[in-house]
């Protein structure tokens, strides 16, 4: 795609402005922008679909627009909760109908047990921290120990005081000054501009007896142990970003404190306080009573956090629906369940009273949806959805007509087989708007995403859903992993008649390209042995290896990296704890689509995890879901999940499997019977 789009330039004398690209993610942002403007200079906009509505968004909207937080979102449904207190009756239908569902609790007990003896949320709370005082302090080691561990942990980037900070480093500083009683800011914009267009946020500011002392933490941890691209560029991009700060700090008069993770003895804290002292700041030591409350208040949904999360997915899902009337769709569903026959009753056997319980499910999730959007309009928000509903509702046209400069003739789409009906009319409407020529391109072998709304009908049908739209175009030859593989891939696959029938060729030859690795099904951390075993087998092999390990699930790479074996690293790399100088990444499956390494490592291949059933998680979803294809084949999106982890090497594959055939994955006991031959060859796979 790069080589087309140096074409348009170089060639046909297309200007770069006149060109914009989409991808889905921000990972596949990144990496197209490297090809297209840091290796080959052409100056071309690469965009995901949410960042280009953003940027129309922003360029005609009468007043600054925040995008709403995660955390903020929670709020929201949060304190639609708190208001239920005046309505006793309400929440007790609240917990009646989204208490359980299928063996989970969306609402804790300790919630249901104790919310009506109170008359507001707030002596509920208080009720709530002397319930979950009193629980830590019976368990060994006390209040204190549960400080000790929720503070150490490496996993959570909150604060002691619930801000979301960027890094490990940073919520060691934040908690270091709110432990000894220190007041600080985070990021708070500094009165002075670094330039014209630039606002500078420290990352702590203090005003201590009418002064102000700003921290600066420069920390990229363990980033430097690896030496994969990725990383390489994001040190950088961060070194940049860093010198442009110490030179500015150079000519303030402002007093700044400068942290460093590589401080010679190791211990940036200690640093810190330091250089507090120096200033003549006193240090409070607070008790663990005052950081315990803290903790706790800043987790006012600690019994229904569960619930809030379904109601942030539904609102999600219901806003990619593109309704076009909320009331219409809320109204249409409720007659849909009027007169359905259910297939499974949750609430009762009777029919009348299945219908009349989901009736009143809907009806509440119409009104948190509504104080939900009440409060993004009051105070001028707009969430990740509403990045593309807006552009493509409102936008689009007039940005065409009042930005004359925006100008767009060539609309480039990545990875189409991926595209969702929201982001297809917002890719329609910006071609027919700009009268703009469409390239997408795609791979209906890769179409994984149809829980989060992909259709892959969209892409089978290109040529009828744009005018004098062609859908002929092959790209018939990988230069990425062998034949061999190609051959394997390419018949499990087709086990799939509904996928296109493509040949394709490779330049390169590898016999025996996946190596079915097998552990003791009895032993739980054998699994995690065996990828470390393979991890120092390919080091030893070669040790500039870049090496990729999937799952099927995060939860198998978060057990992963808490063994013995593996700690996670920064963003997606993992660290082989005695091998630290491996460059490895762990992903998921789906993360890893359009990524390549030298070696690829896939585990989690037990019967029980993959491939995925695909349970929806709520009967609500039953009602309000993202349409895609039923197809003829069983798991036709899991095989083709497969194929995607199977195809993201350059050399081999070892599927790590159990060594009882009872608990291996089909789709591996499929691939282990293939008997094939290549160019005279037999390949076989792998057993080992």
């Not at 400069?405 to 027919?432: A, G, H, M, P, S």
Request: net charge neutral.
């Amino acid at each position: 795609m790069a080589a087309k789009v140096k074409y348009l330039v170089d060639k046909l004398n297309v200007k770069p402005e006149e060109i914009i690209m989409l991808t889905f993610t921000k990972k596949s942002s990144e990496d197209l922008d490297e090809k297209v403007n840091d290796i080959l200079d052409l100056g071309i906009q690469v965009s995901t679909f949410h960042s280009l509505g953003m940027k129309f968004i922003k360029k005609l909207y009468p007043y600054p627009i925040q995008v709403v937080g995660q955390d903020e979102q929670k709020s929201i449904i949060c304190n639609y909760i708190k208001k239920q207190f005046a309505n006793k009756e309400k929440l007790r239908k609240i917990i009646e109908l989204f208490q359980y569902y299928d063996n989970k609790s969306y609402i804790a007990r300790g919630f249901v047990e104790n919310y009506y003896k109170f008359p507001t949320f707030d002596e509920y709370f208080l009720d709530y921290k002397k319930r979950k005082f009193k629980l830590e302090s019976g368990k060994p080691g006390g209040i204190h120990q549960y400080l000790i561990n929720r503070l150490n942990s490496d996993e959570l980037l909150y604060t002691i005081k619930g801000e979301k900070v960027k890094s490990i480093g940073e919520v060691r500083i934040a908690n270091f000054l709110y432990q000894n009683g220190i007041d600080y800011t985070y990021e708070k914009i500094f009165a002075e501009k670094v330039n014209e267009d630039t606002t500078y946020q420290p990352d702590f500011t203090i005003e201590y007896q009418g002064n102000k002392i700003f921290i600066e933490y420069f920390g990229l941890s363990t980033c430097y142990n690896h030496n994969n691209e990725l990383i390489k560029r994001a040190i950088s991009k961060y070194n940049r970003t860093r010198r442009i700060k110490e030179k500015f700090q150079e000519t303030s008069k402002e007093d700044f404190i400068n942290l460093d993770y590589k401080t010679p003895d190791g211990n940036f804290i200690e640093q810190l306080q330091k250089e507090l002292l120096k200033r003549n700041i006193e240090l409070r030591k607070k008790s663990d009573q005052e950081i315990f409350d803290r903790l706790l208040d800043n987790n006012l949904n600690a019994e229904f956090y569960k619930f809030i999360d379904l109601m942030i997915k539904f609102i999600d899902i219901f806003k990619s629906m593109l309704v076009d009337n909320d009331d219409y769709m809320f109204n249409k569903r409720i007659k849909e369940i009027n007169m359905e026959e259910f297939k499974y009753n949750w609430y009762s056997n009777k029919r009348e009273i299945e219908a009349t319980k989901r009736i009143e499910g809907i009806k509440i999730l119409k009104e948190i949806y509504e104080y939900y959007q009440e409060y993004l309009t009051e105070n001028h928000m707009i969430d990740y959805s509403d990045m593309i509903n807006l552009s493509y509702r409102h936008i689009i046209k007039d940005v065409k007509n009042k930005y004359p400069d925006i100008n767009y003739k060539y609309v480039i789409v990545d990875e189409y087989q991926d595209i969702t009906f929201q982001r297809f009319l917002f890719v329609k409407r910006l071609v027919e708007y700009f009268d703009a020529k469409l390239l997408s391109v795609g791979d209906d072998w890769q179409s994984i995403y149809a829980f989060a709304g992909s259709r892959l009908e969209l892409f089978n049908k290109f040529s009828d859903m744009f005018l004098n739209g062609k859908d002929n175009m092959y790209l018939s030859t990988t230069y990425r992993y062998g034949q061999e593989l190609v051959d394997i891939t390419s018949k499990f696959i087709l086990e799939n008649d509904e996928q296109s029938v493509k040949e394709i060729k490779s330049i390169k030859h590898l016999n025996n390209p996946i190596d079915i690795c097998e552990y003791s099904s009895n032993d739980r951390y054998a699994e995690f042995e065996k990828i470390h075993q393979i991890v120092h087998q390919l080091y030893e092999e070669n040790a500039n290896s870049k090496i990729l390990i999937l799952a099927r699930t995060n939860s198998c790479l978060n057990e992963l990296s808490k063994s013995k074996y593996f700690t996670k690293g920064i963003e997606d790399a993992i660290i082989c704890n005695d091998l630290s100088d491996a460059q490895i990444e762990a992903l998921t499956m789906h993360r890893s689509k359009g990524l390549t390494a030298d070696q690829v490592i896939v585990f989690g291949l037990r019967q029980a995890l993959f491939p995925s059933k695909g349970k929806s998680s709520h009967w609500i979803f039953d009602y309000f879901k993202l349409d895609s294809i039923l197809e003829k084949i069983p798991f036709a999106e899991e095989r083709r999940l497969f194929y995607v982890a199977l195809t993201r090497t350059k050399n081999k594959v070892y599927l790590i499997v159990p060594d009882k055939n009872i608990y291996k994955s089909n789709f591996v006991k499929e691939i282990a019977k293939y008997d094939m031959s290549v160019n005279d060859k037999k390949l076989a796979v792998n057993k080992g």
